[in-house]
């Protein structure tokens, strides 16, 4: 099992090539896997940075916490272009989301699988109604349905980002399908007065609130 953490931070539009490089030269100069980082992404959507790091074991465990070895010179390279998101920052893990609702299926997830990373606005304090929304949802055949292997559900300010894994061959067949499904409608319904898109003016359907990957790193060894 993949255990991940999220981080959410403002990024100036634009910088994604400047960022990523940064990583890419500190993810080949150093051994991120050292101190138990399997992979990461990162992700823009609009003015967000999303960073998801992977780790083979709960650091909470582990003990592993440090995401890189080079943690204060890739702060340094990236601050022009990354800030803090949260009003009430005042440390670096103050830019790590809170995880408030995790579902996988039984038994050992698939070896081929895509993630997903869905980003909103919550209303303040609605965090067990959403859980609750998905909680009920998980309990049907829609996960089957979509080739759900884990979901993960995360909060930050009014920040909203959804963790979703599923089968590639699944992902891609039902990628622009969900809405077609009465009880993914049911859902997004059910979500509605708890969640909204992060920028309504720009949002035409949920395709419209996945982020996008900028880059990619997994461990080989």
């Not at 809170?98 to 699988?113: I, L, R, S």
């Amino acid at each position: 099992m993949v255990f991940r953490n999220v981080i959410v931070c403002h990024m100036v539009p634009g910088s994604e090539q400047i960022v990523g490089g940064v990583f890419g030269h500190y993810d080949q100069a150093t051994r991120p896997q050292d101190l138990g980082v399997i992979g990461r992404y990162l992700l823009s959507h609009h003015d967000l940075y999303i960073h998801v790091i992977e780790r083979e074991q709960d650091p909470q465990i582990s003990g592993q916490t440090r995401g890189l070895p080079a943690f204060q010179k890739i702060a340094e390279e990236i601050g022009p272009y990354v800030t803090p998101y949260p009003r009430y920052w005042k440390n670096p893990s103050d830019s790590v989301a809170k995880e408030f609702y995790h579902w996988a299926p039984e038994g050992e997830p698939p070896a081929d699988t895509t993630l997903t990373v869905i980003v909103g606005r919550i209303k303040p304090g609605a965090e067990p109604d959403v859980a609750r929304v998905f909680a009920e949802s998980d309990a049907g055949s829609l996960p089957a349905d979509l080739g759900v292997t884990g979901r993960w559900l995360y909060s930050i300010d009014d920040v909203y980002v959804h963790l979703l894994e599923q089968e590639s061959s699944a992902a891609e067949a039902t990628r622009d399908q969900h809405g077609d499904k009465p009880a993914f409608g049911k859902v997004m319904q059910d979500l509605g007065p708890y969640i909204e898109p992060y920028r309504p003016d720009r949002w035409q359907g949920p395709q419209d609130s996945v982020a996008t990957v900028f880059y990619r790193w997994q461990a080989q060894d």
